[in-house]
């Protein structure tokens, strides 16, 4: 009985503990998470000061969140592939209503593919729009830096 006693107050204790490095593991991965980040970010800027375009570029297009691929090919339910991405879209959009049970009305369909049609339409941003973005949100962060060090001291 004793031994039941003890093996589970060990049980609980190594729980405490294993719980307790969790959360400083997640806490250490965060903060290097975040000095990674900032030295990404100097090392952007740098190359932004230093009129480096190409690997300026090269290093925001790294930090960017990569792009869902889209699959390009499906088969229709009667084994035929289909190729074009409307119908591949169509054909998605039929299997998960079948497999839901749920139907979507033809106004909100149409609505959807007029969206889709619209993303040739923008274009990307210029060199001196990025140049001005960044800058902004460097000034923006130093003020908010500012104003957290007034509060604090």
């Not at 490095?21 to 800027?45: G, Q, S, Y």
Request: net charge positive; proline share 3%.
């Amino acid at each position: 009985m004793k031994q039941d006693l003890n093996s589970s107050n060990k049980t609980q204790e190594q729980a405490r503990k294993h719980k307790k490095l969790r959360i400083e593991a997640n806490v250490m991965i965060r903060w290097k998470k975040k000095a990674c980040l900032n030295n990404k970010i100097l090392h952007i800027e740098h190359n932004h000061k230093s009129n480096d375009a190409r690997k300026f570029f090269q290093e925001i297009k790294t930090l960017k969140p990569q792009q869902t691929i889209l699959p390009t090919t499906c088969k229709y339910t009667s084994g035929n592939i289909i190729s074009q991405i409307v119908e591949v879209l169509a054909r998605w959009e039929e299997y998960f209503q079948n497999f839901l049970g749920v139907s979507i009305k033809p106004e909100r369909r149409q609505k959807r593919s007029e969206r889709t049609d619209n993303h040739d339409e923008i274009a990307p941003p210029t060199y001196n729009e990025i140049c001005m973005i960044i800058n902004r949100l460097k000034t923006e962060q130093s003020c908010k830096n500012r104003q957290h060090n007034r509060g604090t001291n």
